[in-house]
């Protein structure tokens, strides 16, 4: 079982940027994906972008160009990098481990955190 640790969320005006960051604990970050995911209110959960252990990525049709998803395993922390933020990125981000090196849907992941709110207003 891996722990998962979101921050960096915040208050930010249209157009500007944040980084989030997922701090794991538990198992190795060197044996499972990890996806972000977030919830605006009265929507559903949605995946964001996620990379798998080989360091393939994937996005979200609405972020590709302005999202990117990294990873540091000796720090054992994945990184959203959040730029041109639109009113509608506001959300509460979640970070989460799946049940192995691959990326997919959200009931692949097994390990949630406890979100990072994330608005965009002016």
């Known amino acids: 079982q891996v722990q998962l640790v979101e921050s960096g969320g915040g208050l930010v005006q249209p157009g500007g940027s944040l980084r989030l960051s997922c701090a794991t604990s538990?198992?190795?970050?060197?044996?499972?994906?990890i996806g972000w995911f977030r919830q605006a209110p009265g929507k559903e959960r949605e995946g964001v972008s996620c990379i798998s252990v080989s360091g393939i990525s994937t996005y979200q049709d609405s972020v590709k160009g302005r999202f990117t998803i990294s990873r540091d395993n000796a720090k054992k922390t994945v990184y959203l990098q959040m730029n041109s933020l639109k009113p509608e990125d506001t959300a509460v981000y979640y970070c989460a481990g799946g049940r192995g090196r691959l990326c997919g849907p959200a009931n692949y992941f097994s390990s949630w955190g406890q979100g990072t709110q994330v608005t965009v207003s002016s």
């Open positions: 538990g198992r190795t970050l060197d044996y499972y994906a």
